[in-house]
């Protein structure tokens, strides 16, 4: 069976200066963080998947959370255009990555922009966060180019959290996990389950059986386990005091489950 593929973009030295828009800055421990890097890839080999490595981008503290700077659709990569300045260097070597795998490639332009935390997609829906950090003219260029290739794209309002990924997720089924607190609008999702923590509400699907969660919401883990799900957890607090979860450390690729 062909390996599943992600992209990965190991830590900047200057981690601790990354963005916090929604809680308290406390204080990052690089060391930490790089050895939670490393745990998280391992976790991704473990269940059968080969990482990339995106070239590191050593001036931009945010780098490692690569999921922002792409949306993957079939054979497409929609290069973002990250909401925040600070990001926006880090989509050029993200883009060159993809392209040597072989992406068809895609941008948003200005004055759109968009984040790829602000996007989940599941079965062919994509929803999209509209909120401190994707704008509408992001949304619109995205719907042109996804909405050809079969996707529908549906715009979801966000103003508690800082992407839509940081409120909700799909578990393998397609039920949309959230905490509802910080979820703007669950109504949105017919099959909206609400978990007891605010990590709990992040999954990356490693198979169709398989969850990869955060170590830190041990009471949904297990409400995933009496579902059915085998559940990896892994340490992340280091990123979490940046405002980054499971996802948005790698980008699943081609064949993946969304
Ligand atoms: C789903 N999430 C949360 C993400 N995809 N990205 C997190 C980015 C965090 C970074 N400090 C920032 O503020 O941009």
Same mark, same amino acid.
């Given at each position: 069976?062909?390996?599943?593929?992600?992209?990965?973009?190991?830590?900047?030295?200057?981690?601790?200066?990354?963005?916090?828009?929604?809680?308290?800055?406390?204080? *990052?421990?690089?060391?930490? &963080?790089?050895?939670?890097?490393?745990?998280? *890839?391992?976790?991704? @080999?473990?269940?059968?998947?080969?990482? @990339?490595?995106? &070239?590191?981008?050593?001036? $931009?503290?945010?780098?490692?959370?690569?999921?922002?700077? !792409?949306? %993957?659709?079939?054979?497409?990569?929609?290069?973002?255009?990250?909401?925040?300045?600070?990001?926006?260097? #880090?989509?050029?070597?993200?883009?060159?990555?993809?392209?040597?795998?072989?992406?068809?490639?895609?941008?948003?332009?200005?004055?759109?922009?968009?984040?790829?935390?602000?996007?989940?997609?599941?079965?062919?829906?994509?929803?999209?966060?509209?909120?401190?950090?994707? +704008?509408?003219?992001?949304?619109?260029?995205?719907?042109?180019?996804?909405?050809?290739?079969?996707?529908?794209?549906?715009?979801?309002?966000?103003?508690?959290?800082? @992407?839509?990924?940081? &409120?909700?997720?799909?578990? =393998?089924?397609?039920?949309?996990?959230?905490?509802? =607190?910080?979820?703007?609008?669950?109504? *949105?999702?017919? +099959?909206?389950?609400?978990?007891?923590?605010?990590?709990?509400? @992040?999954? %990356?699907?490693?198979? /169709?059986?398989?969850?990869? !969660?955060?170590?830190? &919401?041990?009471?949904?883990?297990?409400?995933?386990?009496?579902?059915?799900?085998?559940?990896?957890?892994?340490?992340?607090?280091?990123? #979490?005091?940046?405002? /980054? $979860?499971?996802? $948005?450390?790698?980008?699943?690729?081609?064949? !993946?489950?969304?």
């Amino acid at each position: 069976m062909d390996k599943k593929h992600a992209l990965i973009r190991r830590p900047s030295p200057r981690l601790a200066d990354g963005l916090v828009t929604h809680i308290e800055r406390s204080p *990052v421990d690089v060391e930490l &963080a790089k050895r939670q890097w490393e745990d998280y *890839v391992a976790a991704l @080999h473990d269940a059968g998947w080969q990482t @990339h490595e995106v &070239a590191p981008a050593d001036d $931009c503290p945010d780098a490692v959370f690569v999921e922002d700077t !792409m949306v %993957v659709y079939g054979d497409t990569a929609v290069i973002a255009r990250p909401g925040a300045d600070e990001r926006k260097p #880090e989509t050029p070597a993200a883009e060159a990555a993809v392209r040597e795998l072989g992406y068809r490639i895609a941008r948003i332009e200005a004055p759109g922009t968009l984040d790829g935390g602000d996007v989940l997609k599941f079965g062919g829906t994509v929803w999209v966060g509209r909120g401190g950090r994707t +704008n509408d003219e992001g949304i619109a260029q995205l719907a042109a180019h996804l909405e050809p290739l079969g996707a529908r794209v549906v715009t979801v309002p966000l103003t508690k959290v800082l @992407h839509l990924k940081s &409120a909700v997720t799909a578990l =393998p089924d397609g039920t949309v996990v959230g905490y509802e =607190p910080l979820v703007d609008d669950p109504g *949105v999702w017919e +099959n909206f389950l609400a978990v007891p923590e605010e990590s709990g509400a @992040h999954v %990356v699907l490693l198979d /169709g059986e398989t969850i990869l !969660m955060a170590a830190d &919401a041990p009471r949904t883990a297990e409400l995933y386990r009496e579902r059915g799900y085998r559940v990896i957890e892994v340490d992340i607090s280091e990123y #979490e005091k940046l405002e /980054g $979860c499971v996802t $948005c450390l790698s980008v699943r690729l081609r064949g !993946m489950p969304d």
